[in-house]
């Protein structure tokens, strides 16, 4: 099986945050295997709810061109409920039975084909497809000075601070009250900058998320109320919860981006 990537770059100040990609290859020996199912669906739902883009190719070695195959079915199902999709269709094998997947999640696939191999190579046919993938590069960084300001900057300031009994005596005279009010501003800001002096800071620009509303957000909280239950309790019930809770929450948020 051959993978063909793409990549196409573009500008974007709205989403600076790190994207997972995890490609997965698996192979299943023929046969009845009871636990393969159970095994697989929870596989493949931990790996969508903790990545973004998910590829998984490899012979399966189920006959998910055979309508009314039982464990073809059960398969498809599984897929259909986690919203992966499933791009190879035709012949993969020597018996004219497609075996060998790609299967995706949160990724384009395009241009799948399948190429009839020699029968001294494999009784498998090559398998290959385009990946079109987006690399983001970020915007010019934003700076602007700012103070670093602890718990212990206020006993420092003080300690550092001069005696100002002399100034604080002269402001009675409305006369010179001015003049003393700025002498003890500057005295205040010279006092500061020796304990936190300005220092230039990069500052992370908000991502504006028009598509993030109300429901996403509630959808979010409640996957994250699962997620601690189940890692407090690590009862199953909890973590069935948690898994379709998340994939509301991810399929939600994909279909008001796309809007």
Not at 46 to 74: M, P, Q, R, S, Y
Request: charged share 25%; with cysteine; aromatic share 8%.
């Amino acid at each position: 099986m051959v993978l063909h990537v793409t990549s196409s770059r573009e500008t974007s100040i709205n989403d600076k945050s790190p994207m997972t990609f995890v490609l997965a290859t698996v192979y299943r020996p023929p046969g009845h295997h009871t636990d393969f199912l159970q095994e697989f669906a929870d596989f493949i739902s931990e790996l969508v709810l903790a990545t973004d883009k998910v590829l998984i190719v490899g012979d399966f070695n189920i006959h998910v061109d055979i309508e009314n195959d039982a464990l073809a079915a059960a398969f498809t199902d599984i897929l259909n409920s986690i919203e992966v999709r499933q791009h190879v269709s035709g012949p993969t094998h020597c018996r004219n039975h497609t075996l060998d997947l790609i299967l995706s999640h949160g990724i384009d696939v395009n241009t799948v084909e399948i190429l009839q191999q020699s029968d001294d190579i494999s009784d498998h046919y090559l398998v290959s497809c385009i990946l079109q993938m987006t690399k983001t590069v970020n915007s010019t960084p934003y700076y602007k000075y700012g103070r670093t300001i602890t718990s212990t900057t206020k006993d420092c300031f003080l300690s550092n601070l001069p005696d100002l009994s002399e100034f604080l005596s002269m402001s009675n005279s409305s006369e010179n009250l001015d003049d003393v009010t700025e002498t003890i501003d500057s005295l205040f800001s010279r006092t500061l900058d020796t304990v936190t002096p300005l220092c230039l800071r990069k500052i992370k620009e908000n991502r504006p998320t028009p598509w993030y509303n109300e429901h996403i957000r509630a959808l979010k909280r409640a996957a994250r109320k699962m997620e601690r239950s189940w890692r407090k309790t690590k009862l199953e019930v909890f973590r069935t919860a948690w898994r379709e809770c998340t994939l509301s929450y991810r399929k939600a948020l994909k279909s008001a981006r796309s809007d």
